[in-house]
């Protein structure tokens, strides 16, 4: 029953994406849409690791970054076709994503934070040198004729975000509610104990960083040719890391529902704001919001509904269901 | 359905730290063993050995299980926990934030356990009433005695043949030491459970105990063979009841 809404709920949300690339009128509704839906899917696919499994990736920059890189690299060089971008630059993240996976073999808490932003600057170093790829200065890009049905390449971009934004949520819903998603939960709760309990840990964590990964690095590559122009420092940028990070929080981390709601009411607000008065303003507006929500709602969104929508039974992410 | 773990000449040290020196321990099918010491001696890090989460540097730590001898400090924790064996870690180790119902079920996280998930849970509920009224509430809020049988019962969703508990009695008060130690000879009476006990609290331990051993220092320092033998040995009168060697 609920499955099937869920699907319904999908069919629904890429149709009208679809529909409002034949009725709107004005682009500008693409260009800002792609942004909030791009950001959907950063908060959902950090929100695996970071919120299931509670290891705290800060180097969400490092995989869209790649993304970016691995879109321009496969567009300079065989004149690849978006869409084979997108999936390259998702195995691309999903092996890098593995590979921070078995950091946390060693590193837990606060340290492996610090080495994913580690590994984000070594990445950026390393494209910075690369002349290939423009190296420090970027390089400027031409899109490619957009491919039919769309007539225009930005509402074409809009329609492949919001498929991605399904796919991730998909990905993310099956694995909160499979035996993928308890294991997880045990492992934030108590590595140890979830080890003695029969819990693969390694494998389930080597797992949630592939797929979060994959997602991460995959959702770079259209950038690349939404701004016709990639540069490191842009493709690098914090903001990245910050914003999925915050969007989670804001959101709530127990459920799949918490980024995505999280990264709309974050990323539209932006983006009005930044129409509306100043894009540094809305670097301010993202501070404010997660202070408030730190200490107002430290369980998000999904806390707040919690409370005062009281669930009758218990949710298998566990409310906060004190006596 | 010969069941059998052998502990021969182990030793591990955490670093420099030497936890574990030439420990040699056996435990027969249908046995309650109880591994006594105070605090620091190794138990513990005995336990982690027998788990997989300590690796030692010496000696050898087999199961035998049907027939077949399997070799626990090469394989990985979640195996171990497949061939029947399961820990209620020292100071219970729940998963605090997540309700009584998602601990019990992590406990049968094996895919060779969850067939069997219904059961154990209602097994579970039966021996713990108190979890069945509480399954939705967070671990972490509740007393220290029904965290003990939560972690007792998170153990037991495996189907466990060989339980290991790790020092019941941390935390809790006299009666409710009383009352875990009641209830894990109760289980292991209608499991046919084998079972492995670390504990310092002696009079308590020996309740429920066939045999034992004392270990001090990392080193395993008396074997009883029973629980007379212990009762009269110099060396517990020393350990526990203040009495000057």
Known sequence: MRGNGFWLAAAAFISAAYGLTVFATNDYVFFAGYIILQFMVLATAWNILGGY???????????????????????????????????????????????????????????????????????????????????????????????????????????????MVVLAVAVARYVQNSWIGRGLRAVRDDEIAAECTGVPTLQLKLLACSISGFFLCAMGAPAAMYLQYADPASAFNLNYSVSALAMSLIGGTAHWIGPLLGALLLASTQQLLTVTISSEVNVLVLGLMLVLFVVGAPDGLIGLYRRFFKPKSSDPSGGSSAP | MAFKLTISGASA?????????????????????????????GKSTLMKCLMGLVRPTAGTITLEADGVTHDLTKIATEDIVALGVALVPEGRRLFSKLTVEENLMLGAYRKEARPAIARNLAFAYEAFPILAERRTQLAGTMSGGQQQMLAIGRAM??????????????????????????????????????????????????????????????????????????????????LYLGAVA
């Open chain 2, 157 to 238: 969703m495996s189907s466990p043949r060989l339980l290991l508990v790790d020092e019941p009695s941390v935390g809790l008060s006299p009666l409710l030491v009383s009352q875990t130690i009641t209830k894990i000879g109760e289980l292991r009476q209608k499991f046919g459970l084998t079972v492995l006990m670390a504990e310092q609290n002696f009079q308590q331990a020996v309740r429920i105990a066939d045999r034992g051993y004392i270990i001090v220092h990392g080193s395993i320092a008396y074997e009883g063979k029973s629980v007379e033998d212990l009762k009269t040995n110099p060396l517990v009168k020393q």
């Open chain 2, 13 to 41: 040290s955490y670093g420099a730290v030497r936890a574990l020196e030439n420990v040699t321990l056996n435990v027969q099918q249908g046995e309650t063993v109880v591994l006594l010491g105070t605090n620091g001696n």
């Open chain 1, 53 to 163: 499994a509670g290891y705290v990736n800060f180097g969400t920059n490092a995989f869209f970054g790649l993304g970016v890189y691995t879109a321009v690299f496969m567009a300079k060089a065989f004149g690849a076709p978006l869409l084979l971008q997108i999936l390259v630059a998702g195995l691309v993240g999903a092996v890098l994503g593995f590979a921070v996976g078995l950091l946390t073999l060693r590193m837990h808490g606060i340290f492996f934070s610090i080495a994913t932003i580690a590994m984000s600057i070594i990445i950026e170093t390393f494209i910075i040198n690369w002349k290939f790829v423009g190296g420090a200065s970027g390089v400027q890009l031409l899109r490619p004729p957009p491919t039919a049905p769309f007539d225009s390449y930005i509402r074409m971009l809009f329609v492949i975000a919001a498929v």
